[in-house]
């Protein structure tokens, strides 16, 4: 049974930093494509980052969303089944509710939901201005 387990979330002032972990287990996750999203109170969940293998390339790739982008960086340790995001100069805005995810087959439409097979159930991280 493939489960994915966030932690690492919390309470953070702005300007502050805080790493996500995610540990998977049920299979090997090395070629899948791992991605971190995240949903605010009322909104939809969005994207934030993805780590992603190609097989053509023989090497991962790290895409990021517009609005993390040089403030976090998303990575994985695979001897351990576990992904990362460090995140750093926090705002407000961050505030959400963080999700991991993977994908079997890497479509290349790593950032939609859609795309996910597997999901963790979350970690709470909360930015006071």
């Known amino acids: 049974q493939v489960q994915l387990v966030e932690s690492g979330g919390g309470l953070v002032q702005a300007g502050g930093s805080l790493r996500l972990s995610c540990a998977a287990s049920?299979?090997?996750?090395?070629?899948?494509?791992l991605g971190w999203f995240r949903q605010a109170p009322g909104k939809e969940r969005e994207f934030v980052a993805a780590?992603?293998?190609?097989?053509?390339?023989?090497?991962?790739?790290?895409d990021y969303a517009d609005s993390v982008k040089g403030r976090c960086t998303i990575s994985r340790d695979d001897a351990n089944n576990t992904m990362y995001l460090q995140m750093s100069s926090l705002k407000p805005e961050d505030t959400a509710v963080y999700y991991c995810?993977?994908?079997?087959?890497?479509?290349?439409?790593?950032?939609?939901?859609?795309?996910?097979?597997?999901w963790g159930q979350g970690t709470q991280v909360t930015v006071s201005s």
């Open positions: 049920g299979r090997t996750f090395s070629t899948y494509t």
């Open positions: 995810a993977a994908e079997a087959f890497n479509s290349g439409t790593y950032y939609s939901t859609n795309a996910y097979h597997y």
């Open positions: 780590h992603r293998w190609s097989g053509a390339a023989r090497t991962y790739y790290a």
